[in-house]
């Protein structure tokens, strides 16, 4: 029982949507809205119209059915946390349960065409990959150094975020809930495509996955080899350390669909390539390719 209390009682948490339809959403005021139910990160909602277009909503700007509407969605996932609980109780009882340490820690990437801080990055991924609940205590670390107002305060300087601590919480939550996946392998081919995307945008000082003559992430990674099941990309700005690195991409802060931490655990990918170098406006770029497999 204490195990269930510690599960359910964090301040925050996330609720997801089952297959919520259309409906309308209604302000204080009395503004409306015709959209579906997202997910819920503390205090604030995400919100899809049947355009496809996303909105963040404070539950404090709702009417009141429509924020008991949003409580009793919150009713149903915590009674879903408490059924994937029991089960997983049953299962530890069966001598089936999935062990985050089965092997012990990931062994360190040896990859010499990759430097001292992409290897950093992808030992990071693998040690939340195979133990999520472990590299918890990573992410609850940031509580210290909130400040108030979506401000986090480092030894570097103050940062603003756009959810503030409800996004540390809701990325610790998923952590202690999320079973182990396998770990990635360092790739050359895949490094190259990063590379090039990179010394691209790097010099240019832009963020995006578009290259600056319009290339996409498939192009570049096609230029180097072939690739099997699926492929992704992510990529951060301005960190310098590979723990900062994979920390901020697992909290994806003001990312309702939490694209960047879906890419660190799908289990799908099993190698990976990273590439790091200078940019125009934010001094650093990152960028991490994945992909089920791939051959130079």
């Known amino acids: ?17 089952g297959e919520e339809s259309i409906r309308t959403w209604t302000s204080r005021k009395g503004t409306e809205i015709e959209a579906r139910f997202l997910r819920q990160t503390g205090n604030m909602i995400v919100l899809e119209t049947k355009e496809g277009k996303k909105t963040n909503i404070s539950l404090s700007f709702l009417g009141q059915a429509d924020r008991d509407y949003v409580a009793e969605l919150t009713r149903e996932n915590r009674k879903a946390k408490i059924k994937k609980y029991e089960e997983r109780v049953a299962n530890m009882r069966r001598g089936n349960r999935n062990s985050n340490k089965k092997n012990g820690p990931p062994a360190p990437v040896r990859a010499d065409y990759l430097s001292k801080l992409e290897r950093e990055v992808i030992d990071e991924m693998n040690l939340a990959r195979t133990d999520p609940r472990g590299y918890a205590r990573h992410i609850e670390k940031l509580r210290d150094y909130h400040v108030g107002d979506g401000v986090f305060e480092f030894n570097s300087g103050r940062f603003a975020s756009k959810e503030g601590l409800a996004a540390v919480e809701e990325a610790i939550e998923f952590l202690k809930e999320a079973e182990s996946v396998g770990q990635l392998s360092p790739s050359k081919g895949l490094s190259l495509a990063a590379k090039s995307h990179v010394d691209d945008i790097g010099p240019a000082g832009v963020l995006t996955h578009t290259g600056t003559d319009g290339s996409t992430m498939k192009a570049r990674i096609e230029k180097q080899g072939s690739w099997q099941n699926t492929i992704g990309e992510n990529m951060a700005f301005g960190l310098n350390s590979g723990r900062d690195i994979v920390v901020q991409l697992i909290v994806d802060d003001g990312v309702p669909d939490r694209g960047h931490r879906g890419n660190i655990f799908k289990a799908k990918y099993r190698v990976a390539g990273v590439s790091i170098g200078n940019h125009k406006i934010f001094n650093t770029c990152c960028v991490i390719d994945y992909a089920g497999g791939f051959s130079d």
């Not at 029982?1 to 949507?17: D, P, Q, R, T």
Request: proline letters at 0%; aromatic letters at 6%; glycine letters at 12%.
């Open 1 to 17: 029982m204490l195990l269930l209390l510690v599960l359910l009682g964090s301040g925050s948490f996330a609720v997801e949507a």
